[in-house]
């Protein structure tokens, strides 16, 4: 059974530090691009991250560029996403997925064949 399961959401304050992972299981992890997803209240889902099979190639939004830092550890079948200075902007649900295609210009928008439910992550004071 395929599944891609997100931790490390919570309540930060402004200007904190969250690191999201996102444990893969049913499929062969070492195959696939994983990219991160958030979706803030009242707004549409918008890719933020996204990690090549191998790990050698990253992209950002512009939005967390600086701040966001992703990385994969493929013996433990897990991406992470270290998140620093965190804004209240950077409120949302922050979902993982995972597809073999990976499109360096169009990841963001592309089709992805597996979902994880998603953590939330509240920048508040």
């Known amino acids: 059974q395929v599944q891609l399961v997100e931790s490390g959401g919570g309540l930060v304050q402004p200007g904190g530090s969250l690191r999201l992972s996102c444990v893969a299981s049913?499929?062969?992890?070492?195959?696939?691009?994983i990219v991160w997803f958030r979706q803030a209240p009242g707004k549409e889902r918008e890719g933020i991250s996204c990690?090549?099979?191998?790990?050698?190639?990253?992209d950002y939004a512009d939005s967390v560029k600086d701040r966001f830092t992703i990385s994969r550890d493929n013996a433990k079948n897990t991406v992470y996403l270290q998140m620093n200075n965190l804004k209240p902007e950077d409120t949302g649900v922050y979902y993982c997925?995972?597809?073999?295609?990976?499109?360096?210009?169009?990841?963001?928008?592309?089709?992805?064949?597996?979902w994880g439910q998603g953590t939330r992550v509240t920048v508040s004071s």
């Open positions: 990690i090549s099979n191998r790990g050698s190639i990253t």
């Open positions: 997925a995972a597809d073999q295609l990976f499109s360096p210009e169009n990841w963001a928008t592309q089709e992805y064949d597996y």
């Open positions: 049913g499929f062969r992890f070492d195959y696939y691009t």
